[in-house]
């Protein structure tokens, strides 16, 4: 696990000073354990490297990066993890290949050398890389299929440069810095800004499964390389019962094969279903017991998980570590989170991940997170909205208008409490009567409520923002002929909104404490399998996730199976309306929210206003306000 950077020049002139130092300084936190840099001068192509490196896979200097076979002729810098590197080795030693080192950066140049882009079809793993061929002066960027591990980069006719992390994009000094309007809006209306744009204009986030060629004068397009070869299913399992077991055995198989690691590996483990599935497949694999990591709120039930986490821990013999949490803990470590930030992050969640992540970094060196599972399997409450607003239709209109929805209306809204956190999923339902399930879908995916619009001075650039979002969502929603509604809604999320959300903030808050995080669910045979099942293994009768489920009972304590879905946060929400304020307000000043040129300060305060006296619950979007122009203070 790496932070990579570098600048490809086609005129042949240097980059200037010592940007590639100072971009690889930036990124020391992804990889504190080496920096290493590689310089290419002269016509007709001026190629510079660099990468820091976290010691997973054979830690000897020999495999430090930037990373070059025997003969010089070509060099790769990678961030991530091929986790079927073996019998790529295998092949290419058969082919002719020698190799000096044990781990997978050597076999990805290799074979990266030998088929060129057809290579990365055939990864099985996370990774973002840069590969250069010296003889032919021709190489390429890429990034994984789901987008696991993050790539920006900026191109222009002079210049192609790239980085893990939007910090050290800015330090090689290629960048047109503007703040991205739509971005903005983005921002503020999804808590993310999905790819390929950035809060700068100049920049750009590589999609998922694509790569950008270069040659000695030009940078292409971004391409897709398409699915990692061998992971489409046979067939979709015809019956339930055989669904299960294939789950099982897939999720079985990408869990050992993450164990691949000569640094101290354990798994997140927050008591829900998706993080307990990979731990009990870690532990069974394992055969001796492995480091668990739970992290939990002190005194808030609705948002302490550790008590699930226990009985997990318990039933597999883990090795089980917990951190619970205080109010003067989150405060403490929030400004520090954000001024880590080299991008505004929407998502509030980013607070205990960055946590529990510097927690475990104490113990490990890699963990295995349930990150995906929800997207592919149907975790979250907005998947059976569909199902809840068909029922809440059946109620007579009348009732509905003098008597549901006025309550509604009036009741405090807030996620401290069950009664309130229900409020708010009903009135999110409510945003819409719309009766295309995909613009229903987009709408109760907005952490920005009608009522709060007014955060925007005008109204063009949140509108183009949803016209996009719709958009993308209906070129993926109408690209699947034959599929159900549920299925498509869920390919959607899974290639939109987790690379752009869980994903990146996964990414940022573990790499800040040097933490690698693999994601078992996002293994290509469990998200093919999974995209395979028909919608009613997934959501069935109100519950979510049916096919693990039921391919977990009896391995897995039936409280955990059973409880109702509970998010990853601490109380932001509680915050904002006690110990928070002030801070909020220095930071979201009029002088700096007015320097977008597109928000309203006195809309903002309203807001507020209304989240301070529970007539909304506005937590997600006042943090996104809040993690914004913190941003805009220190990258102005």
Known sequence: MCGICGVVRFAGRPIAGDALNRACRALRHRGPDHTGTWVAAGSPVYVALGATRLAVMDPSPRAHQPLQDSSGRWHIVFNGEVYNFG??????????????????????????????????ARFNGMFALAFY???????????????????????????????????????????????????????????????????????RRLEPGHYISFDASRA????????????????????????????????????????LSDAPIGAFLSG????????????????????????????????NETRYARLVADRLGTDHHEVVLGERDVLAALPLILDHLSEPVGDSSIVPTALLAGFARRFVTVALSG????????????????????????????????????????????????????????????????????????????????EAEGVFAERPHMEGCLARTLRIARSEYDGTDG????????????????????????????????????VPFLDGRVVDLAESLPAPFKISRGLRKRVLVDAYRGRLPDAVLDRPKQGFEVPIGEFLRGPLRDMFFDTVSRKVVESFGLLSYDGIERVYADHLERRGEHADALFAVLSLCWWRSRHA
């Open 87 to 120: 019998s790529i080795r295998r092949e290419l030693r058969h082919a002719g290949e020698e190799f000096q080192t044990a781990g997978d950066t050597e076999v990805v140049g290799a074979a990266c050398a030998r088929w060129g882009i057809d290579a990365l």
């Open 133 to 203: 061929d010296a003889q032919t002066c021709r190489g390429f960027l890429a990034r994984d299929r789901f987008g696991i591990k993050p790539l920006f980069y900026t191109a222009g006719p002079a210049a192609l440069a790239f980085a893990s992390e939007l910090g050290a994009l800015c330090e090689l000094g290629e960048l047109d810095k503007s703040v991205d309007p739509q971005a903005v809006a983005e921002h503020l209306l999804f808590g993310y800004i999905s790819q390929p744009n950035t809060i700068y204009q100049g920049a």
């Open 220 to 259: 292409g397009a971004p391409m897709c390389f398409g699915k990692q070869l061998g992971t489409t299913p046979d067939e979709s399992p015809s019956d339930y019962g055989s669904a299960l077991g294939r789950v099982r055995r897939a999720l079985a198989d990408a869990v050992t094969s993450r164990r």
């Open 272 to 303: 829900g279903l998706d993080s307990s599935i990979v731990a009990l497949h870690l532990a069974e694999s394992t055969g001796r017991p492995i480091k668990t990591f739970a992290v939990g709120y002190r005194g808030k039930t609705e948002y």
């Open 371 to 450: 990150d995906g599972g929800d997207e592919l399997f149907g975790g979250y409450w907005r998947y059976l909205g569909h199902t809840a607003l068909d029922v809440y239709r059946r109620i007579p209109g009348m009732l509905r208008t003098l008597l549901v929805e006025p309550l509604l209306s009036a009741a405090a809204s807030s996620k401290a409490s069950a009664l309130g956190n229900r409020v708010r999923q009903f009135r999110k339902l409510l945003r819409t009567r719309a009766a295309d399930p995909l613009q229903r879908h987009v709408m109760w995916s907005r952490i920005l409520a009608p």
């Open 483 to 518: 599929d159900d509604p549920l299925n498509r809604i869920l390919r959607f999320d899974r290639r939109h909104q987790l690379p752009a959300d869980m994903l990146q903030k996964v990414d940022l808050a573990s790499m800040c404490h040097s933490l690698e995080v693999r």
